[in-house]
DNA sequence: GTCCGCATGTAAGGCGTTACATGATTAA
DNA sequence: TTAATCATGTAACGCCTTACATGCGGAC
């Protein structure tokens, strides 16, 4: 139930599309508006602030000008001390608390992880993701079976549509790790 | 991307539940803490500033005392505009903006829905729910498809792990209509 | 010459988070 | 009597939201 780490979603969806290569704010916005990553507010009232933020941690740096023309725009690129952080989350392990807590992180962490901590690291993390899940699931559903008969249908059929999800995302790991070790 | 409704995702929780039977904000921790409902924080500093804001806006009615014993305890109620409010927003139409920014309500909103408005609404919910999952499939697999070969595996992996949860959710939900419908 | 897209930002407000604080009751 | 549980709150902070503001450049 613990955000055991300094970087939020949207830190870490701008670290890790900064760290493909450099960007200006307005890219970022047109990556969050016009594709389905994540489900980040491409609103600018979230973006330049962000950057901010990472900038005065030192995590990224801000390049004016850039451009041939002169149009103001800075372009961002991560800095060595930022590449750390970035690989610090996403080399973390999986924990229990991370799957009932913080599944889009998780996702975000997955979708970053095969090019910057390698291979058999993210072998190991849709191992454990699934492992996690499983043990999860078998929780929810011995709350499920001791509350069966007092559930209103729908309070148990919301709880079955959360168990599926889950059932299906340890699927979806088991799948993505043969196709990984090909 | 906008939210349409006056209510959180934490106020809907708390009225939903009070609305069943009056409850402490202990009561309410509780819940939060030991059924995986939803996954709200059972932490005071959300559950008790939530419930001032609801007394508030004049939607729970707190009262003192109650218990037999001389603990202090405030036990809340809802009141017929806090009724009328819940109501009014378990009953807004689904629409394709919701499916792909506020799911999380969507679900809160069907496990109180089928008592508060009826049989024949939740499953109109449903149905709705269903529809508007398809279209948003289908466009998130017209992407993958125009992206496949430019995208990383792992890239292409977490994309697919989005379109295969929103399948099983259309899925579910015509399952459930057809268990309602018994 | 005006509208649209590019491009960056600020201000106010809402709400959740962590951490801290307090005090009563009950079980060991 | 001491620890755990009951029970309610506040304060500081972070970060997102909406809305507003500003100015350049190209297309028609």
């Known amino acids: 139930m613990k955000q055991e780490n300094e970087l939020s979603m ?34 600018p009232g979230a973006i330049y602030p962000a950057l901010k933020r990472l900038e005065d941690a030192g995590w990224v740096r801000g390049i004016a000008g850039e451009g041939k023309t002169h149009r103001r725009r800075r372009t961002y690129e991560i800095t060595a001390r930022g590449l750390r952080v970035f690989k610090r989350h996403l080399a973390q ?39 996690h899940i499983d043990e999860h699931v078998a929780g929810l559903r011995r709350y499920l079976d001791s509350v069966r008969d007092i559930l209103p249908p729908c309070g148990r059929l919301a709880m079955e549509n ?10 979806w790991a088991r799948r993505a790790m043969e196709e990984l070790r090909k």
């Open 93 to 131: 392990p999986v924990t229990s608390d991370d799957v009932v807590w913080h599944m889009d992180d998780l996702m975000l962490r997955f979708a970053f992880m095969d090019p910057v901590v390698g291979r058999e690291a993210t072998l190991q993390f849709l191992h454990d993701f699934a492992s």
């Open 162 to 171: 959360g168990i599926q999800g889950y059932e299906m995302d340890a699927q």
């Open 10 to 43: 949207l830190s870490l969806a701008i670290l890790g599309l900064i760290s493909q290569r450099p960007l200006t704010g307005y890219d970022i916005r047109k990556v969050f508006a016009t594709t389905p990553m994540g489900h980040f507010s491409s609103s």
